[in-house]
């Protein structure tokens, strides 16, 4: 015999047949154990980079919820959380209605004949106190809005509710008496057409928890 063979000798008859079962049982252990465990890995990390790339991505805001003072009357609807995101800055603020061409102050304005998706299909406008319609203003307004939410691509973006162009649950009626209907603005409609998450300002606080966003 070679002195310098130093493999094993591989057992003969049934014993080898056993031995090349339990080599088999082994081997298949082994790559199932790794595969179990790469993807649990891979999960997680998936997990960890989707929770990441929430909480960097800009968060897009109302500017009254803001406490701009860019409402018709010239007031804001100040909420303290999102002046907290602007102020950490972990949002942007946009108001709709200025980027479309309106000043502050302005009349008072409601959609007649449906809500923000309806306008969008042409089968409703809004108009104001006045009479006077104001739908081309408030469509170029909500593509505006569009350009720059994507422009920094928001996770989401938080809207004044009841607001023809930023409500996202309530709208007023149309008849300019203070009488809600369930719809959503111009802009919502516009943003959710292209795939972005709109929620209200009453909203808000359940989102950051669940994005894990600290305030
Ligand atoms: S358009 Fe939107 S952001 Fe601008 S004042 Fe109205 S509710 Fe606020």
Redesign the pocket.
């Known amino acids: 015999m070679n002195p310098k063979n130093t493999s094993k000798v591989l057992p003969t008859g049934r014993g080898y047949y056993l031995w090349l079962q339990k080599r088999r049982m082994l081997y298949k252990k082994l790559v199932i154990g790794r595969s179990v465990s790469c993807m649990i890995i891979l999960c997680r990390n998936k997990k960890r980079i989707l929770a990441r790339k929430e909480v960097q991505s800009m968060i897009v805001v109302?500017?009254?919820?803001a406490g701009f003072e860019?409402?018709?009357n010239g007031t804001h609807?100040l909420n303290e959380t999102v002046r907290e995101l602007l102020e950490q800055k972990k949002a942007v603020s946009?108001?709709?209605?200025?980027l479309g061409g309106f000043i502050t102050p302005r009349e008072p304005a409601e959609i007649i004949g449906g809500d923000g998706d309806d306008v969008l299909d042409g089968a409703a406008k809004v108009v104001e106190i006045s009479g006077r319609d104001v739908t081309e203003l408030y469509v170029n307004?909500a593509h505006l809005t569009l350009m720059k939410a994507q422009e920094v691509g928001a996770a989401v973006v938080v809207?004044?509710e009841y607001?023809p162009?930023?409500g996202s649950a309530m709208i007023y009626n149309g008849e300019f008496k203070g009488v809600k209907a369930v719809g959503n603005g111009v802009?919502t409609a516009l943003l959710r057409k292209n795939g972005i998450k709109v929620i209200s300002e009453e909203e808000l606080g359940d989102y950051l928890a669940l994005a894990q966003i600290k305030v």
């Open positions: 109302s500017a009254c919820l860019v409402r018709y609807s946009v108001c709709p209605e200025l307004g809207l004044k607001s162009s930023c802009t």
